[in-house]
Every structure is written in structure tokens, then in C-alpha cells.
């Protein structure tokens, strides 16, 4: 069966009786070249132990099962099962698991299903949820690198550098975590439905070490959110807001003795600044 071609999949849907979920976010591939080069430029091998989330009817899978030694697909929507039972039939090295990733505990499931192999992370993630599903993936430190299509809009976020308009909080942490680069755009006329937006791949490999010495990545993070919680505020400002318990007098000294003037904006700083004022937090509240 090709699960990219568009009669073949509607075929498939009426048997099952399945219908999109809008709620779900969900687009199935109908261009082929898209998982064959997600899986190619992932760096998938034999020697690889994959997890994808969100496998859909399976086209991604397809192809990551023809390459990686051990495939776990975490599926939420427990309506796709009897497709996938259809269209995974004979993949051997493949276990599909009908649970939400956001509640699972993605060390102990790497640990267990990928013992011997180097796990990464694959994934054409739905739009509503692309945030906290990439950052559990992250958090986890569990993957040599994970792969993901998103919106083309949130990939430019995350690899953003400092001082660009797309540059945020979420490309802070996820550049503290790994170093993303886009790979490939994907177009709406590559889904079914079509999206109203364009996609993007891009990938993430994991940091061996944080980028920079942090004393406290709780406190770094808070940093980060509260400097980018009102865009448009000084550094000073935006701070005094997420740090209540200092007075504005001393986190403009603190600032001063970072480095940084206070009228600096929290946009500008690349993750060793950050990480300098968070240091110097850490310091001064303990």
C-alpha cells in the first residue's frame, strides 16, 4: 500500500470509517519524498532506536522501520489503531503504543525499548501542540537528536538568534538544549487536508553539555520568560516584573555589574547573557 497516495489513503479512511479530527490536528502526507527524506537527513541507521510521535497511518514509520534497528510509535488517537494494524503489517522491529506522550516518562520508555541503540526522536508534530511535546523531548535528554515537521513559522522561531524579531523564549530554551537547523520546507499541497500554512523540517541534535555554565536552570528559564514576557519592556522592566522580590534599584545593579545597561531589551541577549544575570540571581537570593 502507498500511504502517500492520495486514492489509496481515502480507500483506507472509508474502511475504517475514520474521519480527520480537527481538534487533533491532523494532515496526512500524500508526497512520498517528504518521510523518506525526513528519515534519510534524521540520520536514521540500524544502530538507531527510534520514537516517533504521532505516526498517523504510518508513512513516516514506514520509512524509519526500513532503517532504524527498533521503531516505538506513542499514538494518541486510539481510532487509528485498526489502520495502523492494517498498514504496519510485517513490520517486525516496530511497537506502537496508544498512549499521550505528555503523560508518559520518556527516560524510563527509552531505557526500556532502546537498550544497545542510540535513540532519537522523529515526529511531524500537530500544530496546537508542537511547544510542549518538542520541549518534554528536549527536557528528556534521552535522544542523540530529534526531527520534527512543524509550522514553518514556529521551526524560524526555534532557530532564530538573538536580536531577530522570531527570537524568543522557546528559542532559548530549545538552542540551550540542542542545536536546531532548518532542513526543508514542506508545502500545504503535501497534506490531506491541506493546511493553510506552510510546513518546515528541521532537526535538533542534543548538546553532549549546556552551552554555557548555569548554576540553577530553574532560576535561567524564569529568567528567560520574564525577559520576554512583555517584548516591547526594558531588561530592568521586564525583570522587575518576574522578580518581585527585588526592588528595581537592585536588579539595575545587578544588571550594571553583569555587564549590561538596564535599558537593554531581553531580545538582545544571546543564552551566555542570560545565563550571567541568572548566575548573578542565583547568588544574590541564596
Known amino acids: 500500500m502507498d500511504l502517500c497516495n492520495i486514492t489509496e489513503i481515502k480507500a483506507l479512511l472509508a474502511r475504517h470509517g475514520f474521519h480527520f479530527s480537527k481538534a487533533k490536528g491532523q494532515n496526512f502526507l500524500t508526497a512520498a519524498w517528504?518521510?523518506?527524506r525526513i528519515a534519510e537527513e534524521a540520520g536514521v541507521d540500524e544502530?538507531?532506536?527510534?520514537?516517533?510521535?504521532?505516526?498517523?497511518?504510518?508513512?513516516?514509520?514506514?520509512?524509519l522501520c526500513r532503517r532504524a534497528g527498533k521503531v516505538v510509535a506513542v499514538e494518541v488517537d486510539t481510532s487509528l489503531q485498526p489502520l495502523l494494524a492494517e498498514t504496519m503489517a510485517g513490520c517486525e522491529n516496530l511497537e506502537i503504543l496508544f498512549r499521550d506522550v505528555l503523560k508518559t516518562d520518556i527516560p524510563a520508555l527509552v531505557r526500556e525499548e532502546f537498550a544497545g541503540l542510540r535513540p532519537m526522536a522523529c515526529a511531524n508534530l500537530p500544530y496546537y501542540i508542537t511547544t510542549p511535546i518538542l520541549a518534554a523531548l528536549l527536557e528528556s535528554r534521552?535522544?542523540?537528536?530529534?526531527?520534527?515537521m512543524v509550522q514553518k513559522e514556529v521551526a524560524q522561531r526555534i532557530c532564530a538568534p538573538a536580536g531577530k524579531s522570531e527570537y524568543g523564549a522557546f528559542s532559548?530554551?530549545?538552542?540551550?538544549?540542542a542545536e536546531p537547523r532548518?532542513?526543508?520546507?514542506?508545502p500545504p499541497s503535501c497534506f490531506i487536508p491541506q493546511p493553510k500554512v506552510t510546513s518546515a523540517v528541521l532537526t535538533l541534535p542534543a548538546r553532549s553539555a549546556p552551552p554555557c555554565e548555569?548554576?540553577?536552570?530553574?532560576?535561567?528559564?524564569?529568567?528567560?520568560r520574564a525577559s520576554f514576557a512583555q517584548r516591547r519592556k526594558t531588561l530592568l522592566n521586564a525583570l522587575s516584573a518576574g522578580f518581585s522580590e527585588l526592588s528595581k534599584a537592585e536588579l539595575a545593579a545587578l544588571l550594571e555589574a553583569c555587564g549590561f545597561a538596564p535599558a537593554v531589551r531581553g531580545e538582545t541577549l544571546d543564552i551566555p547573557a542570560f545565563a550571567a544575570i541568572?548566575?548573578?540571581?542565583?547568588?544574590?537570593?541564596?
Request: proline share 5%; charged share 15%; net charge negative.
Open 34 to 36: 517528504v518521510p523518506e
Open 47 to 63: 544502530g538507531c532506536g527510534v520514537l516517533e510521535v504521532g505516526p498517523g497511518i504510518g508513512p513516516l514509520t514506514k520509512q
Open 142 to 148: 534521552s535522544f542523540s537528536s530529534v526531527t520534527v
Open 172 to 177: 532559548v530554551f530549545c538552542q540551550y538544549y
Open 182 to 186: 532548518l532542513l526543508f520546507d514542506v
Open 214 to 224: 548555569v548554576a540553577d536552570e530553574t532560576l535561567f528559564f524564569r529568567v528567560v
Open 278 to 286: 541568572a548566575n548573578a540571581l542565583a547568588a544574590r537570593l541564596s
